[in-house]
């Protein structure tokens, strides 16, 4: 009997070799063909909208989708038959790289998502656009994403992630009285970071009257030098996060360029209806200031030809860090969709150029 054994360990080893090898190949092999296939049957039986949506949010991804589907055969195969120890430390890394990648993956898919549907569809509701709203709800979004992967990962490997929850959280709670200003300038300088009123070498103001700019952001305290004067002010984040901050920097603008051509001469009334068409376009896009956009028409006479009218569009874009820009420019690209959709409807040809030139123009303090 004890003969035996180590015929049937050697021969448990070479079975798990062989069914190893063909859970890899089948990995490797739904991980190649599974998106191609998807392919296939889009085409022959989906919708349009259903095509449409997966050429925007989902073929960018696809060799991406397809490492997930090689890694989650793999490690459904390793979690579901027993194995060695040894192999145990083989599946935890691909485990953790699946977590990972369906991570990046649900957040890419997201992102356009947002871009190409829900950023028009918010738009085409007629409500006031709050970009910095849009702004937050990306971020939940993608912190929801990484949440619900750390869970899923702790129940398959037996991690008692609400245990380990609450048992960080009564030590916090005796951590917490101890230190409790401590703590509420290190909250504070968190919340700085994440809401980011200002950065460094903005210029800001404070209630108190202090004027200047920002030299450092540290997780407890912010220093402004102080202008005029020259010196350092040293201020906690704890305050800076319960009072009104003007920052002087960040009120910058941006005057996005748009030209148009018409095929023919433009009269008085048609331009007072473009003009019309183009302020009520942006009207309701927050970030975006209505009142300053400027349609300037222009008559251009040719030799031999028609005359023609041209038009040049001035908006002003407001904001507050790079990131609201850029939301902010996506959000006025759709509007220049329904000016041109509108205008059409209206039966009035054009060209529009299709770069659109961006001028920075800072506020001087």
């Known amino acids: 009997m004890p003969d035996a054994l180590p015929e049937t360990m050697r021969l448990n080893r070479l079975l798990f070799l062989i069914l190893g090898g063909l859970a890899g190949m089948l990995a490797i092999a739904g991980g190649f063909f599974l998106p191609r296939l998807l392919d296939v049957l889009l085409e022959r039986f989906a ?27 793999s490690d459904v195969i390793l979690l579901a038959y027993p194995r060695p120890e040894f192999l145990k430390l083989i599946e935890l890394p691909i485990s953790l790289s699946l977590a990972i990648t369906i991570s990046f993956l649900g957040s890419q898919l997201f992102k356009r998502f947002f871009d190409a549907y829900l950023l028009n569809a918010t738009l085409q509701a007629g409500r006031k656009v709050n970009s910095e709203l849009l702004i937050l709800a990306k971020l939940v979004v993608n912190l929801l994403i990484i949440v619900v992967t750390v869970i899923i990962f702790a129940q398959t490997h037996q991690i008692n ?18 230190a409790q200003k401590t703590l509420e300038q290190l909250l504070g300088g968190i919340v700085i970071y994440i809401d980011r ?17 920002v030299e450092s952001i540290g997780l407890r305290s912010t220093k402004i030098r102080t202008s005029g004067k020259g010196t350092l002010m040293i201020v906690p984040n704890s305050e800076l996060t319960q009072v009104s901050i003007e ?115 800072p506020i001087t303090v």
């Open 197 to 213: 009123p200002f950065i460094v070498d903005d210029y800001i103001g404070l209630p108190d009257g202090t004027f200047g700019r």
């Open 247 to 361: 920052n002087f920097t960040g009120g910058k603008k941006v005057i996005s360029i748009i030209s148009l051509v018409f095929y023919r001469a433009i009269p008085d009334q048609e331009k007072s209806l473009i003009r019309q068409v183009i302020v009520e376009s942006t009207m309701d896009i927050f970030g975006i200031d209505a009142r300053s956009t400027e349609v300037s028409f222009k008559d251009i006479i040719q030799d031999s030809t028609e005359p023609i009218t041209q038009a040049q569009i001035n908006f002003f874009i407001l904001g507050s860090g790079e990131f609201s820009m850029e939301l902010r420019r996506q959000v006025l690209d759709i509007a220049k969709q329904n000016i041109t959709n509108q205008l059409k409807e209206y039966g009035i040809a054009f060209d529009i150029a299709e770069q659109t030139i961006n001028v920075d123009s």
């Open 161 to 178: 992630i609400l245990g380990l929850v609450a048992s960080l959280g009564i030590g916090g709670l005796s951590v917490a009285f101890a």
């Open 47 to 73: 919708s349009s909208s259903v095509k449409d949506f997966y050429h925007k949010v989902i073929e960018p991804d696809k060799n991406l989708l397809s490492l997930v589907i090689v890694l989650t055969i």
